[in-house]
């Protein structure tokens, strides 16, 4: 389940991105020019009512004069999603609607109160994860699934007679193949959430993926007590 892998990873590209950031505002400090020692002689686009920012160029380019604000516009770094962040929101999705599947089951089948209540958390988490990645794929100008893929390949995925095993099962054999099922899916939605932090570009999938390493680790923990 390559849990592990998202427990020890000390360093991610987001801490990356925000020491480049803290470094290139040191940089960009170091070289700050108070707005009343150049008077007359920095560019207009330069802010009147506050230190201005010289910000080297690119090779063969000369330094750029701006206002802080602007410098700081100019240090945003480019989030663009890749094929990796499209691909996790398109099979993450696909990913939580099995589960959902799968807890929905659980209030007729299950007999342990606490399976049921856990089944209710998942879809209560799960639902809006869904929601949130649908609304990302739109605002980026992507479809919601990808032609040619088979997503069935996905780690954790419960196989159709495996999940036609849990649709007649009954009191506790309900709520034993339900855990064992739900935590091979966690541990696979671990390893797609920990493979994108590190082939992905995208903040905001970075932090969706922050947060299903998180959640479902715990989760994990909490099912393996039921069993």
């Known amino acids: 389940m390559h849990i592990s892998r998202a427990c020890h990873e000390h360093v991610t590209k987001a801490q990356v991105r925000r020491a ?17 020692c150049d008077s007359g002689s920095g ?6 009512d506050g230190p201005s920012v010289i910000v080297p160029g690119k090779p063969g380019e000369s330094n750029e004069v701006l206002s802080a604000e602007e410098a700081a516009r100019q240090r945003t770094e480019d ?6 962040d499209v691909a996790y929101a398109r099979m993450m999705i696909e990913h939580h609607d099995q589960a959902l599947k799968m807890t929905e089951l659980a209030p007729d089948r299950a007999e342990s109160t606490k ?14 994860e869904i929601t949130a990645m649908k609304g990302w794929l739109k605002s980026h100008g992507k479809s919601e699934k990808s032609e040619g893929h088979d997503h069935g390949s996905m780690p954790g995925m419960a196989t159709e007679a ?12 309900f709520d034993e193949l339900f855990l064992t099922l739900m935590i091979t899916h966690h541990g696979g939605a671990i390893t797609m959430a920990t493979d994108v932090k590190g082939q992905g570009n995208n903040i905001r999938i970075e932090e969706m993926a922050d947060e299903v390493v998180a959640q479902q680790t715990s989760e994990i923990s909490r099912m393996r007590d039921m069993l």
Do not use: Y
């Not at 480049?20 to 009343?36: D, F, K």
């Not at 495996?162 to 054999?173: F, N």
């Open 20 to 36: 480049r950031r803290v470094t290139a505002s040191l940089a960009a400090l170091a070289v700050l020019v108070l707005g009343g």
């Open 43 to 48: 560019p207009e686009s330069a802010s009147k």
């Open 79 to 84: 989030d663009s999603p890749n094929s990796a």
């Open 115 to 128: 399976v049921k209540k856990l089944a209710e958390r998942i879809a209560a988490a799960q639902g809006p």
């Open 162 to 173: 495996q999940l036609a095993q849990l649709r007649t099962a009954q009191g506790k054999a």
